[in-house]
């Protein structure tokens, strides 16, 4: 093996952008300096559905500091209405408890909080539902679900396959509603400037994508889009919650629009967001196997309900990968919506995956039990030559390797299959896997400019976004590359709308795309300027379309390995060990590559244990809503945790190599600690999150 330059793809490059983070000096959306700021604190509803009758905003008004107070019968009218989330103060309807019904605008946070409590609304309140029940008669099926696949697919004749099994299971799974909670809470700072001929808006955001907010927000202001610049050179992290703007940019905008030229800063409080952001649909999975006594599979059905919003629907994805992971001929998949009101669910973390595959590798646990073969045993001899779905050739399906090596690193050799048969002082130990998969896409659109400047160095500008991934560092590894060069004569910039366009971080496509337009653009830069270029020229190229997307599916693999203690008295589930073993193509930084799959699979432990935002339907809001009652895994909770990846490059993906890793950590982690926790005690917990009560 050659040794990998310094700063190449493939070395473990530390952040370009660490040093400036721990300093505290690099600027996130809040902390832009700005001139003479003014705070946003926003009026939410307190009931979950009704119309307002009146709001009288006289005592915050008069409060001192304050200096504008919208409300819906006042606030600026929105150009376009036509998104449920995004249309704000332009009516006198509530479709949800917690939604934005108005907005204090003063010279300081506090004054602005303490204002908006002064703010008395009346309601005419009306019956609402908030609580997912699969009988619900008002169930229907969406046109297309998460971002477009199929709504429901069958494949052969189901009903026959079943009825003809060997060995057949059918089990419900249910998964709860959980909220995104990134470090850095959603904030922005909005300037409306109408000392030009026409008018121009900044907004600084806590975005994943500076030019989908742009596309999103300019047309609800009537701007072109030049007229909006979003900047967004870091992020605190955002898991598919900053994937689109939500409500309160258009708060934060519209008060900049009422007293222009004062910038508005808006920083959502942690209980704010659990009714502003989105959050993860809560889903009731129905999941019917049928097989031959040597676990072959001869019949699927996945059927999948869950929530959305009647403000505007989201339809999460959940059966899509039941549909190409394993080798059975005869497959229904469908998902059926209960329209509540509720906010709008939106993405978090494998949106889809994370849930579909808990449930669909939960139950390939219980398959393997039922015919008594081990369960990665199972998982290979129903591997696939070809995807199941399109028939189409995959561009690299490793997951009986991932699954051996891990089994080897793991120590899966020689596992008692038998439950609740280990014991260590009052401590049940088990051991539990579950595969992982996760598409490999790149979004269209993607531009990069490059320009040679008189110091030498070399400026690469996208309008790509750093959530926390490591973009920073892997897009100048990936033009030092590509420009044939050292890492530190490449000058990255990114999170800006004025840099070319560039699709959001979401998808795990950030890389793939964003990379991708960058090659594209090295290429053509060298091809028409050489290795001694003349300061000042630069080139600007869009990304063209990869032709081996059409031919070949493409999707990374993964097999995750858990051992679960649960103290045999207490009910505590401990898990001392996890290992991800995946297959993603190449490794363009193995140091945030690794972070990536093991925050996943650490965020999957927390789901499986800890999670859930409990609504209280009396009421219709999360009662769960900060970090003290929503438990999320901390330290102490994750131990020894690794992640490995096999050594390869997927030249079908795109110019890199890589298919991107944001999201497969958290794919089939949680049914790896179900499956784990349930050979410790022989208790089958059906229902996220498994805790204590629940396995006594
Ligand atoms: Mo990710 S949930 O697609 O940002």
């Not at 419900?172 to 909220?179: L, N, W």
């Not at 696939?384 to 690299?396: F, H, I, L, Q």
């Not at 890492?487 to 070319?500: K, N, Q, S």
């Not at 003290?628 to 020894?640: F, G, K, L, P």
Request: charged share 20%; aromatic share 6%; glycine share 10%.
């Amino acid at each position: 093996m050659t040794s990998i330059p310094a700063t190449s793809m493939g070395a473990p490059l530390t952040r370009l952008d660490g040093y400036a983070k721990v300093t505290g000096t690099a600027p996130y959306a809040f902390e832009h300096a700005v001139d003479d700021p003014l705070y946003l604190h926003p009026v939410q509803a307190t009931v979950a559905r009704g119309t307002i009758r009146a709001m009288d905003a006289g005592r915050a008004a008069r409060l001192p500091g304050v200096i504008a107070v919208l409300t819906v019968f006042d606030a600026p009218a929105l150009a376009d209405i036509s998104d449920g989330e995004l249309t704000v103060l332009q009516d006198d309807r509530v479709h949800f408890r917690g939604q934005p019904i108005g907005a204090v605008v003063a010279e300081s946070a506090e004054i602005a909080r303490e204002a908006a409590d002064l703010v008395s609304v009346d309601y005419r309140t009306e019956p609402h539902h908030t609580e997912l029940r699969p009988d619900d008669p008002a169930l229907y099926a969406p046109e297309q679900v998460n971002p477009s696949f199929p709504t429901d697919t069958e494949e052969g004749d189901v009903a026959e396959a079943l009825a003809g099994a060997a060995v057949r299971i059918e089990r419900t799974y249910r998964t709860p509603t959980e909220h995104n909670n990134p470090m850095e809470p959603h904030a922005c700072i909005a300037v409306w400037d109408e000392s030009g001929d026409r008018a121009q808006v900044t907004l600084y955001d806590s975005t994943q994508g500076v030019h989908a907010v742009r596309t999103a927000l300019a047309p609800l202001f009537g701007l072109d889009p030049g007229q909006l610049r979003v900047i967004s050179p870091h992020v605190g992290g955002g898991f598919g919650s900053k994937g689109a703007p939500h409500a309160h940019n258009v708060l934060a905008v519209l008060a900049a629009r009422r007293i222009p030229g004062r910038p508005v800063k808006l920083a959502l409080t942690r209980q704010q967001m659990f009714s502003l952001v989105g959050y993860r649909t809560p889903t009731v999975q129905r999941i019917e196997l049928g097989a031959d006594p040597d676990g072959t599979l001869t019949a699927l059905t996945h059927e999948v309900v869950e929530t959305t919003a009647r403000v505007k629907e989201f339809a999460e994805q959940t059966a899509v990968a039941s549909r190409m992971m394993y080798a059975v001929p005869n497959r229904r998949t469908s998902h059926r919506l209960a329209a509540l009101d509720v906010p709008v669910p939106f993405w978090m973390r494998a949106p889809g995956e994370c849930p579909g595959m808990y449930a669909a590798e939960s139950a390939m646990d219980e398959l393997a039990s039922a015919c008594g073969i081990d369960p990665i045993e199972l998982r290979i001899r129903n591997e696939p030559a070809t995807d199941p779905e399109t028939g189409k050739p995959w561009s690299g399906r490793r997951l009986t390797e991932c699954l051996r090596t891990g089994a080897d690193r793991f120590g899966w050799a020689g596992r008692d299959p038998a439950p609740r048969a280990r014991r260590d002082g009052d401590w049940l130990v088990g051991t539990g896997v579950a595969a992982a998969t996760y598409p490999a896409g790149a979004m269209p659109g993607n531009s990069a400019r490059i320009e040679f400047g008189a110091d030498g160095r070399y400026t690469v500008d996208v309008g790509a976004a750093d959530i926390g991934t490591g973009t920073w560092t892997a897009l100048t590894q990936i033009a030092a590359d590509a420009l044939d060069i050292d890492a530190e004569r490449v000058r990255l910039r990114i999170g800006d709308t004025d840099l070319p366009e560039a699709s959001v971080a979401g998808g795990s496509t950030g890389i793939s795309s964003w990379g991708s337009a960058i090659v594209a653009a090295a290429r053509e830069f060298r091809h028409d300027h050489g290795r001694d270029p003349a300061a000042g020229v630069h080139t600007t190229t869009q990304a063209p379309e990869n032709p081996d997307a059409e031919k070949f599916a493409l999707h990374s693999f993964g097999a995750q390995f858990v051992e679960a203690r649960v103290h045999r008295f207490t009910g505590e589930i401990r898990i001392p060990r996890m290992l991800g073993v995946f297959s993603v193509g190449r490794a363009v930084n193995p140091r945030t590559l690794r972070s990536q799959l093991i925050g996943g699979m650490t965020m999957g432990i927390s789901g499986a244990v800890h999670e859930e935002s409990v609504r209280d339907h009396r009421f219709g809001h999360i009662v769960t809503q900060d970090l003290a009652s929503y438990h999320i895994s901390a330290h102490a909770d994750i131990q020894d945790i690794d992640a490995i990846w096999l050594d390869e490059v997927d030249e079908h993906a795109n110019p890199m190599g890589a298919r991107g890793a944001g999201e497969i950590g958290i794919v089939g982690a949680a049914a790896a600690v179900g499956n784990a926790i349930h050979h410790a005690t022989g208790v089958r917990v059906r229902t996220l999150p498994i805790t204590a009560d629940a396995v006594l």
